[in-house]
């Protein structure tokens, strides 16, 4: 079923309407930074928001930049991490700073196709990167807004 630009704007401003009134703050919502969105898409995944927050706080602090979370100490980093569990975000976030480095000249892509070709990166979450970093328009939907 496709909806007409009407019904989309309606139902647009009926979402806005509703993160108005029952969003929830978190700091990866107050930047359009790549490395933070990304940072917070791997932590998000299978883990609640209100738990990753203080983890996502001290990662990005002790490393604020793709170079620093490549550089990283496996142990500290996976220390930092623990918290959460899924301890494999650990390896998977040294993996895509070092390939972001050396394929992308230290950048976040700004494309589905390459966002996809990262490690522990598939759909939704190249998604939600090009949407919250890039304000592409992409739709990011998971099985909680489903």
Not at 14 to 20: K, S, T
Not at 82 to 94: A, D, H, I, Q, V
Not at 95 to 109: C, H, N, S, T, Y
Request: hydrophobic share 45%.
């Amino acid at each position: 079923m496709k909806l007409s630009e009407k019904d989309l704007r309606k139902l647009r401003n009926i979402v806005i309407e509703w993160f108005l009134v029952n969003g929830r703050d978190f700091p990866w919502r107050k930047t359009s930074d790549p490395y933070l969105i990304l940072v917070a898409e791997i932590l998000l995944h299978r883990t609640s928001a209100n738990k990753v927050t203080p983890v996502y706080m001290s990662l990005v602090s002790r490393y604020p930049n793709l170079r620093s979370l490549a550089a990283a100490d496996e142990e500290d980093l996976r220390v930092t991490i623990k918290p959460l569990g899924f301890l494999f975000r650990t390896s998977k976030l040294r993996q895509i700073a070092a390939i972001l480095i050396e394929k992308f000249d230290g950048r976040v892509p700004d494309s589905l196709t390459d966002l996809k070709l990262l490690p522990g990166i598939g759909d939704y979450t190249a998604r939600a990167i090009l949407c919250f970093a890039y304000g592409l328009p992409f739709a990011v939907v998971d099985r909680n807004i489903v």
